[in-house]
C-alpha cells in the first residue's frame, strides 16, 4: 500500500507515522523518550557509540543469511571482533566513566542498543562476556530497569531468535 516507503523492513507505526529505516525509528524513539543525552556532546558520544553497535550488530545479524560454506569463517570473525574490537572499547568506556551508563548518569539509546548486542552475541557464544567483568555488570543492571526487564520476559514482544523457515522465507524474498 505504499507504507514502506523504500520497499523494505523495519517499519514502526508510532504517533500516527509510518516510520521506515533502522535510524530513523531509533532517533525518534530516543528523542521521544529522553534517551539522546542532556547535551550535544552526550548526543555525539551516544551517536559514536550505537554507530559502533550497528556494525557489531550487522555482522551479528548477516550470520543466520549466509551460504553453510561461509558460516564457520564468518563466526570466527565476528567473535573476534565482538571479543577484540567492540567489548572492550565498552568495557573502557565503562570504566573511564566510572557512572551506571555509557554517557552522563542516565539511560541512553547506546545503553539499550549496548544491552541488545550483548544479547544477540551471547545467543552465539553464551559465555562471550567472560573477559569483561564491567560489562556483565552493566547488562544486569541494565537488565533489571523495569520497563526493559519486562520487555526481555519471555513471551514479550522482543524478536525470538530467527528460524530456518524466516530465513528461506527472507532469501527467497530479497535474493
Known amino acids: 500500500d505504499g507504507s514502506l516507503l523504500f520497499q523494505q523492513v523495519p517499519m514502526v507505526e508510532i504517533d500516527g507515522m509510518k516510520l521506515v529505516q533502522t535510524r530513523a525509528i ?12 542532556k547535551d550535544l556532546k552526550e548526543r555525539a558520544l551516544i551517536d559514536m557509540y550505537v554507530e559502533g553497535l550497528f556494525d557489531l550488530n550487522e555482522l551479528l545479524l548477516k550470520y543466520e543469511f549466509l551460504p553453510a560454506d561461509q558460516k564457520v569463517p564468518h563466526f570466527a570473525n565476528m567473535m573476534d571482533k565482538a571479543e577484540n574490537r567492540y567489548f572492550p572499547v565498552f568495557e573502557k568506556v565503562l570504566k573511564d566513566h566510572g557512572k551506571d551508563f555509557l554517557v552522563g548518569n542516565q539511560l541512553s539509546r547506546a545503553d539499550v542498543q549496548l544491552l541488545e548486542v550483548i544479547l544477540m552475541a551471547e545467543e552465539y557464544k553464551p559465555d562471550i562476556l567472560a573477559k569483561f567483568p564491567l560489562l556483565q555488570s552493566f547488562k544486569a543492571r541494565i537488565s ?12 514479550s514482544q522482543r524478536k525470538p531468535r530467527t528460524t530456518e523457515e524466516d530465513i528461506a522465507k527472507a532469501l527467497k524474498i530479497f535474493r
Do not use: D
Not at 26 to 37: D, E, F, P, Q, R
Not at 144 to 155: D, S, T, V, W
Open 26 to 37: 531509533m532517533n525518534y524513539i530516543a528523542a521521544k523518550y529522553n534517551l539522546c543525552g
Open 144 to 155: 533489571a530497569i523495569p520497563n526493559i526487564k519486562k520487555f526481555l520476559q519471555p513471551g
